[in-house]
């Protein structure tokens, strides 16, 4: 018998017929969550849009921490830019290869859950969790009533405007009121002999869902109204308060204060919008884009149709929260409890104060979490005061819908408001057909 | 001498006689069954290729475009029979106007602005020295990514930017190209006629060549202008080209939306909506598989018949494709 032959022995043919197979089993069970071998650490994976620069760095900063001193489980992040974020979830949950926990944009919550992506929050995390943040970020990180992750970066909306442009055409404040907005951005625009716009009173932009959806709906919440009504099965926007934003900002095209095509993120860093509509993020992207020009920029809460009217405006946020596939949720909510609620102690504030790790590390990237202690601890007396309107906001401030096709009735919305400002639609053609797209789109049976 | 066949061997030729067109048959039989199975494994990694990246992603879109599924689960498919293509022509739709209309005007304002402009291009080219440089210049924005052509278009479009500023020297208003739903569209398919511009330039060009000096020459002899024999020489030689690019271009300009993505997202408003990108929007931001797929056949059927028709015309007229 020759060697080959012997039993037990392994012939080159069988290797060659073994490997192709060892080589897609090994692949098939390549162990994504550590070797799986007894004693050996687990390993989560944490799926993100924090891709680049400060955002990156910042998250990196606290899982390298959590490595360092847990030896049973160790995180390991993974990153896509934001705009591939929701098509990598949807793949990787296809292909059963979906990371442990996600980082989900908040509107997309009733999707995800509805997919059943999403995991409750264990009853000790939810408690955590409602108690620890404002109204706003919970309603956010929650579909139907049912909390689903850990808020993380809450956006709230207020009025940035170029003081310098606001006393060039002699106004002294920013304004309260719809009155006193108009006012003043109907005196801070001027335009050339050509039609150009030189500066918009007021910007609004067709340049994304944020600048065109986010200012509406902000302006709409500052009304008392919402997009959504209350059992999210049909928009609310065909109501007085819907008739007068869309009456507003259609004024203020047709009149000339604002050009549509013109992309504010650009042009207000450049002088060239006195006001406009944003989150509380753009304030850090400001400092950088506008240096010491920065000192013109102020920020005011969004104006009420009346002055008596109580104040609102709407937030937006991302949350963290474990997959239904992860094979260790208690682990992965273990290390979310101490990314996110963990309190310790702040170095650059007063003696005895303390912040969790992911406000410390939200406002180390110019962003906030919806924890408002924490928000005043860490920006202290000493931060930029063009932050506190958008903290103040936190305790007023609507959550953006989240229910199932939340997406899509923002994109229909978009598409109407974008044809109410270049002029498709009127008012009453907009709200209609708003109202009849995004009803016939959240009526479905999801 | 004559060797005389022995018994034996007579015998052995007579049975090889009675037996030989059953066992030649069995031995041709052999041999093409043996052809086929060759045939086959030289085919298998073609067919298999087809299989994986055609028949099997197609199955799944049919299967898709008549079920709810919403991206994450494949245990989360459930059947609804025709409902997605119901919700795709179901009144207040916008797939049928304005998603569709814009496709089929995107892709017809792209043929026919390509096709003509390249012709002209393509016989001026001809006429020219240094042809070869002239075609790679055309063919430029083919190698170019549709991100840079779409952003520096979008850049030349804008109020104050480079068209805007020609048409304020020349004392002419300024004009919001791809801010107004009447000027968007238009603005976006010429952008798509200049970047198709160069493939459809080379193949023309390979025709003009193609057509023979002797036809010009009788024509220059008989006194025919430059317009006749450019309207009876040139354009009906260059057919088999034309349709080429016709079909061509069209189904390029049916199912493209890069260009749009990049440079108007589909808006204002849904000004420049197209098929390809709502069917993009419906899966990958909606997270409606089912809609997406059911409108993915209804555009791979529209295809169909656009390239019959096209077929078709340019069989009357003697041509094929």
């Known amino acids: ?446 | 001498m004559v060797n005389a066949p022995s018994p034996a061997t007579t015998e052995r030729a007579q049975s090889q006689r009675s037996a030989g067109p059953v066992a030649g048959r069995r031995g041709g039989t052999r041999h093409r069954r043996h052809q086929t199975v060759v045939a086959c494994l030289f085919l298998a990694p073609t067919l298999l290729f087809f299989a994986v990246f055609l028949i099997l992603p197609l199955g799944f879109a049919l299967l898709l475009s008549m079920s709810h599924w919403a991206g994450f689960d494949l245990g989360g498919i459930r059947p609804v029979g025709l409902d997605n293509f119901t919700r795709l022509f179901a009144d207040g739709s916008t797939f049928l106007v304005p998603v569709l209309t814009h496709t089929l005007l995107f892709a017809l304002g792209t043929v026919v602005l390509a096709l003509t402009g390249s012709v002209l291009v393509a016989t001026c080219i001809d006429r020219l020295r240094f042809q070869g440089m002239w075609r790679t210049v055309y063919f430029l924005p083919i190698v170019t990514t549709v991100v840079a052509v779409g952003n520096v278009w979008k850049y030349m479009y804008e109020p104050g930017g480079l068209v805007n500023g020609a048409l304020n020297t020349l004392g002419l208003g300024s004009v919001a190209f791809l801010q107004d739903p009447d000027t968007a569209l238009p603005s976006v398919v010429v952008v798509q006629a200049w970047a198709s511009f160069g493939s459809a330039i080379l193949v023309l060009t390979a025709g003009l060549k193609s057509v023979p000096a002797s036809y010009y020459e009788a024509a220059a002899l008989d006194g025919a202008g430059p317009v006749v024999v450019f309207r009876d020489i040139t354009l009906p030689l260059l057919r088999p080209c034309l349709l080429f690019v016709c079909i061509t271009q069209f189904l390029t300009g049916l199912q493209s939306f890069a260009l749009i993505i990049v440079m108007t997202k589909g808006g204002p408003g849904d000004a420049t909506d197209v098929a390809a990108l709502e069917m993009y929007q419906q899966a990958f931001s909606y997270g409606d598989w089912g809609t997406a797929s059911a409108a993915a056949f209804v555009l791979f059927v529209v295809v169909l018949m656009v390239t019959l028709a096209q077929l078709w015309i340019f069989r009357r007229k003697g041509e094929d494709a």
């Open chain 1, 1 to 446: 018998m020759t060697p080959s032959r012997r039993a037990g022995t392994l012939s080159r043919r069988h290797f060659v017929r073994a490997l192709p197979l060892a080589l897609l089993a090994t692949g098939c069970a390549a162990p994504r969550q550590g070797t799986g071998r007894p004693g050996d650490p687990i390993v989560l994976t944490l799926l993100s849009h924090y891709a680049s620069g400060v955002l990156k760095r910042a998250l990196q900063g606290p899982v390298d921490e959590w490595n360092a001193t847990h030896d049973r489980v160790k995180v390991r992040t993974r990153a896509v830019a934001f705009a591939d974020l929701l098509t990598t979830f949807m793949v990787r949950q296809a292909a059963g290869q979906g990371a442990d926990i996600l980082h989900p944009y908040c509107l997309w919550n009733g999707q995800l859950v509805q997919a059943g992506v999403l995991r409750p929050a264990p009853s000790e995390h939810a408690e955590d969790i409602t108690r620890g943040y404002g109204e706003a970020a919970v309603g956010s990180a929650s579909v139907g009533g049912k909390v689903y992750g850990y808020p993380t970066e809450v956006q709230t909306y207020a009025l940035y405007y170029n003081k310098r442009l606001l006393r060039a055409a002699g106004i002294d404040r920013p304004p309260r009121t719809w009155r006193e907005l108009e006012e003043t951005a109907y005196r801070t625009t001027e335009r050339d002999r050509y039609g150009n716009t030189l500066v918009q009173g007021f910007g609004l932009s067709t340049y994304d869902d944020s600048t065109t959806v986010g200012q509406t709906l902000a302006l709409l919440n500052a009304a008392g109204g919402r997009f959504v009504s209350a059992d999210g099965r049909s928009t609310a926007i065909d109501s007085p308060a819907g008739r007068a934003v869309f009456d507003l900002e259609h004024r203020l095209v047709v009149n000339g204060a604002s050009a549509p095509g013109v992309n504010v993120y650009q042009a207000f860093p450049s002088g060239q919008v006195a006001m406009v509509i944003s989150a509380g993020w753009w304030t850090a992207s400001l400092k950088a884009l506008m240096g010491k020009n920065y000192g013109d920029v102020g920020v005011a809460p969004v104006p009420v149709p009346e002055a008596d009217d109580k104040r609102a405006t709407l937030s937006t946020g991302f949350m963290l929260g474990v997959d239904t596939a992860s094979a260790y949720p208690r682990e992965a909510w273990e290390f979310l409890r101490w990314l996110n609620a963990e309190k310790m102690s702040v170095q650059s504030a007063e003696k005895g104060a303390t912040a969790t790790r992911m406000s410390t590390l939200q406002v180390s990237a110019g962003s906030m979490t919806g924890r408002a202690d924490d928000m005043r601890t860490l920006l202290g007396k000493e931060g930029d005061p063009n932050l506190r309107p958008f903290l103040d906001a936190l305790g007023y401030a609507v959550p953006e819908p989240d229910v199932p096709g939340a997406q899509q009735a923002k994109s229909l919305l978009r598409k109407n408001i974008e044809a109410l400002w270049t002029g498709q639609q009127s008012v009453d053609a907009a709200l209609r057909s708003t109202r009849r797209q995004v009803d016939q789109e959240m009526s479905r049976p999801w």
